[in-house]
């Protein structure tokens, strides 16, 4: 079937625009991994409405880190499509767990490189060995109607990864998994988020930043009309301590429901997985025009706001409003918050106190 795929790609990329290619319903296995490169003549389109689409769930036949690429085209859209990377072999051996021991990196189930003005669109991917999505250098780029599924107890499989792009929306979609469901990394800018069921998981993160020399900034992150249902956290920003030095700002999130979610709200400039980092200077990444508004719900964890900020270079301008976090069952007393290095302005009614002691407008 690989072949097939890539036949039809490399006529349908060097036809007279508009292209389209078919992948019609059936169930499929797919292997070796599939390239599709332009560019292209012109707009493109690939349609697997009803297409159930399979991996082999032998990791040691993967020698990339993908499984499905698709790299420089411009006006793509792809429509449809259940992409299922039978994982749990690869989860059961445990590989690269924040950067372990394995033969990394692992293979994604979608991968996007320099994939722009396009739009992805109905698209299911279940059981990835690794990431399910991982969107790179993919300016003015929709993703609309994703289903990302994997159990629980599988590892690392964040749901969507972006960095590096510029316009992106995600909109109407559900996100079910063990990581991240969307991780938001460096080069992030003028990206909308709305209308998202995520759980399990770990929410949406922005970060980690600042391991690396001369990350881009991450700017302009609106995030709105989002459920988030047992994840492990909620709204997470993460720097490393001993950090290059780098920015994050004009982050905005705005009604937010939490069900039981671990540290619904939390910034965390000492993210240090596994332990394994050195004694050194805090982070030197700038965090800067934060919002947090219309946030409700249950926290999972007493700590439900949490502001862990730098030493170095302290969050500045971060804004709480109308925010009702309660503690969820009889875990004793209310929700608390904890604060480091930060002066949030709180605005209205916010539950539990952000920073106690601050003066409420």
């Not at 990339?64 to 449809?80: D, E, F, P, Q």
């Not at 700002?249 to 000492?270: A, C, G, R, T």
Request: proline fraction near 8%; charged fraction near 15%; hydrophobic fraction near 35%.
């Amino acid at each position: 079937m690989t072949q097939a795929i890539m036949s039809a790609w490399k006529e349908a990329c060097g036809m007279a625009p508009p292209s389209s290619m078919l992948i019609p319903p059936g169930t499929y296995m797919v292997f070796p991994p599939i390239d599709l490169i332009g560019p292209c003549k012109g707009p493109i389109e690939i349609k697997a409405t009803g297409a159930i689409i399979k991996a082999p769930p032998e990791l040691k036949k993967f020698t990339t880190a993908y499984w499905i690429s698709i790299r420089n085209v411009n006006k793509l859209t792809m429509i449809g499509g259940t992409y299922n990377g039978q994982g749990e072999q690869t989860w059961k051996q445990n590989l690269c767990p924040d950067g372990g021991p394995g033969p990394c990196p692992l293979p994604v189930n979608l991968q996007f490189n320099n994939v722009t003005n396009s739009m992805l669109q109905h698209i299911t991917s279940t059981d990835s060995k690794f990431f399910h999505m991982y969107i790179t250098s993919c300016d003015n780029t929709r993703l609309d109607n994703i289903t990302i599924l994997s159990p629980a107890n599988s590892v690392n499989t964040d749901g969507i990864q972006i960095g590096r792009l510029s316009g992106v929306n995600i909109t109407n979609s559900v996100m079910r998994t063990n990581d991240d469901c969307i991780s938001i990394g460096q080069g992030s800018k003028n990206i909308h988020i709305n209308n998202i069921m995520c759980g399990p998981g770990d929410g949406i993160g922005i970060g980690s930043l600042g391991r690396r020399e001369k990350e881009e900034p991450v700017q302009g992150i609106w995030i709105k009309n989002v459920t988030m249902k047992g994840t492990e956290n909620g709204l997470r920003i993460k720097t490393w301590p001993t950090s290059f030095p780098g920015s994050v700002s004009d982050l905005h999130y705005e009604d937010i429901i939490m069900d039981n979610v671990s540290f619904p709200i939390f910034i965390d400039q000492q993210f240090c997985p596994m332990n394994n980092c050195k004694n050194g200077t805090p982070s030197k990444v700038q965090i800067s025009n934060v919002s947090y508004r219309n946030i409700r719900g249950t926290s999972a964890t007493k700590v439900a706001l949490k502001f862990v900020c730098s030493a170095g270079v302290p969050c500045k301008d971060v804004n709480v409003a109308d925010i009702n976090l309660t503690l969820k069952g009889p875990k004793g007393g209310p929700a608390t918050s904890e604060c480091a290095n930060i002066k949030p302005k709180v605005v209205g009614k916010v539950v539990p106190s952000a920073c106690p002691g601050l003066k409420i407008i």
